[in-house]
């Protein structure tokens, strides 16, 4: 199955937000999901400076041979170029199986990265608009020419042709204006995790409104949506795994903050600057404990397998299209791949998958 296959009901399997996991230890779980019939596997490059997804998606490449790839990746932090030319050779190593998701780079995105600072207060979307523009035509494998306020490319070109003409190009998005740009021009849309299916709800009908104002329908439009699922016999078990990737939302209040501009129902509005300052003042340890299990509980897929399958399913029914499933820590993984086929999630294992 490529990745331009996963417009029907699949499931992906994403890893690369846990920092104790090696890229060893992901390309084995990446390998078992491909073997356990899910779709695709995905590899998160966040904020937070793990492992970095070119390296990893190499690996995840010469490890499986069926499932689609995807990863997410920060404008501005690599050229239009750069990430086009990597795009095209990841697409290649694996035949052909690549989606490229694209986020929007923040001030603090480049302080942390060492970059100029963004003066213009519109530069991140700007930027993301381009680069989406940019690397779309760099990616036919025809010499571009590009006039923009941020990305200016003077008749430059890949210097072979690549497998493929169109790699997918997904944007993350958890903003109001981010669910317009990718509705606008992506090909589909990465939802965040550590959200409510009632925040999808509400994204989706933004999407849907952003689509028939550009003259576009739903059609070939990928819905996809990480989902925090921790899965354990006792429900506080579960809820205390998957507590650190909850918390790590609130770090800085701006995700948080965006999330209820378009819908989220479960977060306080004081919430995500309480939160932040509480990081910024007492570290990691005090904003874990602020986390309270109800918040938990609501913002991801936790607890004993019926209470796990029936808040995925109402991910689904709140219009995720392709959900894409991660657990806190390695050890459950194996546990979600059989609760994923009991629940009839994947179909059966993948032909030819190693």
Not at 88 to 109: F, I, M, P, W
Not at 257 to 271: F, Q, T, Y
């Amino acid at each position: 199955m490529s990745a331009t296959d996963v417009h029907r009901p699949a499931f992906g399997f994403a890893v690369g937000y846990d920092p104790r996991a090696t890229v060893a230890d992901m390309t084995a779980q990446v390998a078992e999901a491909e073997r356990a019939g899910f779709a695709l596997g995905m590899f998160s490059e966040a904020f937070f400076t793990n492992r970095d997804s070119v390296s990893a998606l190499a690996s995840f490449a010469a490890a499986t041979s069926a499932m689609g790839l995807a990863t997410t990746q920060i404008v501005r932090l690599r050229s239009p170029l750069l990430m086009a030319q990597t795009a095209a050779t990841l697409d290649e190593l694996s035949g052909g199986r690549l989606t490229l998701v694209l986020g929007a780079a923040t001030a603090r995105h480049g302080a942390r990265n060492g970059l100029p600072a963004q003066v213009p207060p519109a530069t991140p979307p700007q930027t993301l608009r381009e680069y989406l523009q940019a690397v779309r035509l760099l990616l036919t494998g025809e010499r571009v020419t590009f006039r923009g306020d941020v990305v200016r490319l003077d008749d430059v070109g890949l210097n072979w042709r690549p497998v493929r003409q169109g790699v997918p190009l997904w944007t993350a998005a958890t903003s109001r204006l981010g669910l317009r740009i990718a509705a606008e021009l992506a090909d589909g849309v990465l939802l965040d995790g550590g959200a409510s299916p009632e925040y999808t709800a509400s994204a989706l009908a933004l999407l849907r409104r952003h689509r028939a104002a550009a003259g576009k329908s739903m059609d070939g439009f990928t819905v996809a949506q990480l989902i925090s699922v921790s899965v354990a016999d006792d429900e506080q078990q579960a809820l205390d795994a998957v507590r650190w990737e909850v918390a790590s939302k609130f770090r800085y209040s701006l995700t948080a903050l965006s999330k209820i501009a378009v819908g989220e129902p479960h977060v306080d509005r004081d919430a995500p600057d309480r939160l932040s300052a509480l990081y910024r003042e007492h570290g990691e340890r005090a904003l874990l404990e602020a986390i309270p299990d109800p918040l938990v509980r609501a913002l991801t897929a936790s607890g004993d397998e019926e209470q796990v399958r029936a808040r995925v399913e109402a991910y689904r029914s709140a219009g995720v299209e392709l959900p894409v499933l991660r657990v806190p820590n390695n050890a459950q993984a194996p546990r979600l791949f059989e609760l994923a086929a009991r629940s009839g999630w994947v179909e059966r294992p993948v032909a030819g998958a190693r």
